[in-house]
């Protein structure tokens, strides 16, 4: 059972969500200096429109009829990290969103370091070691690795991001001109909320570990959709000290299947914890 807290309401209010254990595992960030989520907007539609003339990485498919332009720095089937094909690609391209979007990183980068300071060392030390180990790949939208824009009138389908480092967080942003108080809103299933995101509110997800999508636009407008993560191979690649696991010895190999369990339980523990519980 999930405990709720400001899920619905305006935007000028935060939202946080708990799991039955006390930890906090979904927040809609606010900003309580002033109203952020405009600029916030406004950038990622600047960067939108920097892609305009890009062929996206890919348009439709099963998670919604929608184009989407996937950047950043992956570990697909090779052995070590790099950045993906389509960044390399479009380098110019790249660049020139991360610019725009730096504004929108900064800000970001407070909200997780402030409200689940664990998980951000933990994602930041993984990056940290990466970069220093391959000196051609940078994180995208560090401490995230990658970044996508999900362009066109967004309907994301239910779905877990089963590649993502599972006991992390992914960052979502809303972007576009719709009426968030009655459509398009965030559902989260396994824990039976639904969220009401306005254009440019940051809310940050355990992607991997629970159901997640977005419900239709039933009015006049356009809801866009920016997303951060980091890969799971990607940490995993740090954490064994820059190797795969097929380059484990076969003792290495059946130490690190046998610590799963540990590992879920040290990835748990680093959310943040209410003290009520």
């Known amino acids: 059972m999930a405990v709720l807290r400001l899920i619905r309401g305006i935007c000028r209010e935060g939202a946080e969500v708990y799991d039955a254990d006390g930890r906090l ?9 002033g109203p952020t989520w405009p600029k916030v907007n406004e950038a990622l539609l600047k960067a939108v429109n ?10 439709g498919g099963k998670r919604g009829e929608f184009q989407a332009y996937y950047f950043g ?14 960044t390399r690609q479009h380098m110019d391209v790249y660049e020139g969103v991360q610019k725009i979007l730096e504004s929108v990183r900064t800000h970001v980068a ?11 060392k933990r994602y930041a030390a993984a990056l940290d070691f990466v970069e220093d180990a391959i000196p051609d790949v940078r994180a995208a939208f560090y401490p995230f690795a990658c970044f996508a824009f999900n362009v066109g009138t967004v309907v994301c389908n239910p779905h877990k991001d089963f590649l993502n480092f599972i006991t992390g967080l992914c960052l979502i942003i809303p972007f576009g001109k719709f009426d968030h108080t009655t459509c398009c809103r ?3 299933r396994e824990l039976g909320v639904e969220f009401e995101v306005g254009a440019g509110i940051p809310i940050l997800i355990p992607s991997a570990m629970y159901t997640h999508y977005n419900t239709l636009l039933t009015k006049a407008g356009v809801r866009q959709s920016f997303t951060a993560w980091t890969g799971g191979p990607v940490v995993q690649w740090a954490d064994l000290n820059g190797r795969s696991v097929s380059q484990l010895s076969k003792k290495e190999h059946e130490q690190y299947a046998s610590s799963l369990p540990m590992r879920l339980a040290e990835g748990l523990a680093l959310f943040p914890v209410h003290k009520g519980f």
């Open 25 to 33: 595992v979904v927040l809609r960030a606010w900003s309580p200096d």
């Open 50 to 59: 920097a892609l305009e003339s890009t062929a996206p990485t890919f348009g």
């Open 73 to 86: 720095l992956h570990r697909g089937s090779q052995r070590d990290p790099m950045m993906s094909a389509y």
């Open 110 to 120: 407070g909200i997780f370091a402030t409200n689940f300071p664990n998980i951000y």
């Open 186 to 188: 965030l559902i989260v």
